[in-house]
């Protein structure tokens, strides 16, 4: 029985989240929030040196201020002292040494915030400085100082398609730069472990993997996954920065040290320096074409600068190269991509992954080509757009709808935005007043991206969603439980909405996510709307068959419902898998990598003043194939979300690292996109329908992230003339000050 029931609230209506007006109004319960009876406090005491021996540790002065339960370093970690989540390198606290401006080195348990944070500042730590590695490119030279014992290099992913020799008559080159930026979620990292009687513990986390989280506390704690129990707490935002664990083990340590609840919550300075961020990237590009556009071959280094612990660094190089030519058919490509050890911050998942920082690249390359053949920018991208058929750099067949060409056509034709009005406030600087529109000059650009969905190269990504369905009342209700993150995207509507489609039910209660169900893997990738949304699509088939045999026949929803649920609940728990993917060849980076593209195309007008090099967004146009929107209006708030963390990177946001220091670990001095600087915004919605997900969907979280950031450049670019090589763009790269 596969048919689905129209219903109230279903996929394809836009229902009110549950969680909405609580969070909108204060009300909803954040990780931050959490309290128990008992509580005690966690604080870290963090290296000030981005690389340095440890020559000894003082906890004399710590233990002596009144109120202080617990002082812990790395000698009282119970169980493996590192973990990560493709590679365990990263110490629980530092061991010997540390490797970067910000690394835990001692964790302390209080009666009160404050008491802990003053305890952590009187632990004496002798330190060795040593000179760190800051340098990417430098990091790669085997004459550099090793950050690890194994070496620098993280992974080398080559890729090679077709012929190496190819030559071309129009070739164009560039060096490109993309800096470090900051997930910058409000919420800063907190949670609440509670000991348990049996010798466990209970942690209560704001996290993007609830079972990622569990292998590796567990581990460390030295305790079976049994007597460690993971629940969901109020996430406030993630975009990859919560994918990697940060005081998980520390709040779990000083729990079970103390037999106290324990609750850690970062200062937003803290947070800066407790999860990863995205990887600053140096890529030098060549592409080579016809003299009708036709694009011959694209030649690319790609170098990631992964910071001083591995993370997704591994994963996130092998998106940056697999997707490194864009969304465009080449018949040659040579690209190899490089993430490294350095003693700077660690970098990791951030929205895009990978695909962001190559984007860039490739897209001001297709500028730089379509200037030097004398062609619209569009049209030459249109030429050389990827459809059905064609095969990725990976030799991977391209399948489904790839409507790269209409979705730039698109953008295209919307109608541009009507001149200013003269009114100050419209120009550069706004309020401050700084022009009446002499020097301001306004630009057009365009950007267009690819980015896979779901976990690659072989990973078993898959999910597990149980569905209950019984008589409360005397009406049927279904409960849904899935260990999937609901971290703002509004997973939790769409679970809410599938079931009521297949089951015909109104009454839908989403439980919390925990560990006692199987895993649904990462909120990431774009992938839980497809991944867990087919599990629960899968599991409520289940249910509708065990209907089936309960009446000995195709039941009717509407009305044998309640008679077949008098004889007792129907529970159906069902492991989901979409098609697999397999590992890449470490030679040629050949293979079946991906499950699943999406595509975005933007069209960005902006204005400058390039006497003082101030930037105004005025308009983004942006279109984009979902496949199937399941809540139309949360796909379009993913898309406006996705397009101002885009814009960030285009002209204002970026850790400022100089030599392995964070210099400006503040929402003062790290800027953000207000509702000031995020413009109106054109969204065109496309729903072609991928034959082989859940009820077509294509995830949509990502690409517009991707295409964002290029087109705004580029048509900064069309107004100033500069090449603006780098994001994000600073008023300094326009004035030349």
């Known amino acids: 029985m596969t048919t689905s029931v129209a219903t109230a609230g279903g996929i394809g209506t836009s229902p009110v989240r549950p969680d909405g007006t609580l969070k909108v109004t204060g009300e909803f319960a954040f990780s931050s929030d959490l309290w128990a009876d008992r509580m005690l406090w966690g604080a870290t005491l963090r290296s000030p040196h981005p690389r340095a021996r440890i020559v000894s540790v003082d906890l004399t002065e710590a233990l002596r201020l009144p109120g202080v339960h617990a002082v812990l370093t790395a000698e009282d970690v119970p169980g493996a002292k590192h973990y990560g989540l493709e590679h365990r390198d990263q110490p ?17 348990a209080a009666d009160h915030p404050e008491t802990a944070r003053r305890a952590a500042a ?21 004459a550099c100082a090793p950050v690890h014992e194994s070496g620098n290099l993280l992974r080398h992913v080559p890729i090679r398609k077709g012929p190496q020799d190819v030559v071309a008559p129009v070739v164009v080159t560039g060096e490109y730069e993309v800096g470090m930026q900051d997930q910058a979620f409000l919420g800063p990292e907190s949670g609440l472990a ?16 609830l079972h990622g989280d569990l292998a590796q506390v567990a581990d460390c704690l030295g305790l079976p996954p049994e007597k460690v129990r993971l629940s969901l707490a109020g996430v406030g935002g993630a975009f990859g920065g ?5 005081m998980q083990v520390h709040a779990c340590m000083l729990a079970l040290r103390t037999g106290r609840p324990v609750k850690m919550v970062y200062s937003r300075e803290e947070s800066f320096f407790g999860h990863v961020h995205r990887h600053p990237a140096r890529l030098r590009y060549e592409h080579g074409a016809d003299e009708t556009g036709r694009l011959l071959y694209v030649r690319a280094r790609i170098v990631l600068d992964g910071g001083a612990y591995a993370s997704t660094s591994m994963a996130v190089v092998a998106n940056a190269t697999t997707l490194g030519i864009g969304p465009y058919r080449v018949p040659s490509v040579t690209v190899d991509g490089y993430a490294v050890y350095t003693n700077n911050p660690p970098c990791g998942a951030m929205r895009g992954f990978g695909a962001v920082q190559a984007c860039f690249a490739y897209e001001s390359q297709m500028d730089r080509l379509a200037a030097a053949l004398g062609l619209d920018p569009v049209e030459l991208r249109a030429r050389n757009a990827l459809e059905p058929g064609d095969t990725m750099p990976t030799g991977q067949v391209v399948t489904g709808p790839a409507p790269v060409a209409e979705l730039l056509r698109r953008v295209r034709d919307l109608p541009l935005p009507a001149p200013g009005t003269g009114d100050p406030r419209e120009f550069p600087g706004g309020v401050a007043n700084t022009t009446r529109g002499e020097g301001v000059r306004r630009g057009v650009g365009y950007g267009v991206g690819i980015k896979n969905v779901g976990f690659s190269e072989g990973f078993d990504d898959y999910s597990t969603a149980r569905v209950r369905l019984e008589l409360v009342g005397g009406e049927p209700a279904a409960v849904v439980h899935t260990a999937a993150a609901e971290v703002g995207q509004g997973l939790v509507t769409v679970m809410a909405q599938i079931v009521r489609t297949e089951l015909g039910v109104r009454r839908v209660t989403v439980a919390t996510a925990d560990t006692t169900i199987g895993s649904a893997g990462s909120s990431s990738a774009s992938r839980q709307t497809y991944v867990t949304g087919g599990a629960v699509k899968a599991a409520c088939e289940a249910v509708r068959r065990e209907i089936e045999r309960r009446t000995g026949r195709d039941a009717d929803l509407a009305t044998d419902l309640v008679t077949v649920l008098g004889d007792g609940p129907i529970e159906e728990t069902v492991e989901w898998r979409h098609k697999p993917t397999f590992p890449i060849d470490p030679r040629t980076g050949q293979g079946d990598a991906h499950v699943q593209y999406a595509f975005a195309a933007h069209r960005a007008t902006v204005d400058v003043d390039v006497e003082l090099g101030l930037v105004r967004v005025v308009e983004i146009a942006t279109a984009q194939d979902v496949g199937r929107a399941l809540h139309p209006q949360s796909v379009r708030g993913q898309i406006a979300g996705g397009t101002a963390q885009g814009l960030g990177l285009a002209v204002m946001e970026e850790i400022q690292v100089v030599d392995g220091r964070i210099r400006n670990p503040s929402f ?28 077509g969907l294509r995830g949509v979280g990502e690409p517009p992230t991707i295409s964002s950031t290029p087109a705004i450049v580029a ?23």
């Open 122 to 142: 009187r632990i004496g730590v002798e330190y060795e400085v040593l000179a760190p590695v800051v340098d990417s490119e430098a990091a790669l030279d085997p």
């Open 242 to 246: 919560r994918e990697d664990v940060s």
């Open 92 to 108: 629980v606290l530092a061991i010997g040494q540390v490797r970067y401006a910000g690394e835990p080195v001692a964790i302390v």
């Open 194 to 209: 509670i000991p348990a009687e049996d010798g466990g513990v209970d942690l209560f986390i704001a996290t993007q993997w």
């Open 715 to 737: 048509a900064i670019r069309a107004a100033t003339g500069l090449p603006l090589k780098r994001v994000p763009v600073r008023p300094e790269h326009l004035t030349g000050t």
């Open 668 to 695: 003062t001095d790290y800027l953000i996109p207000t509702i000031l600087d995020v413009p109106p915004m054109l969204i065109d919605v496309l729903e072609l329908g991928d034959p082989e997900a859940p009820y």
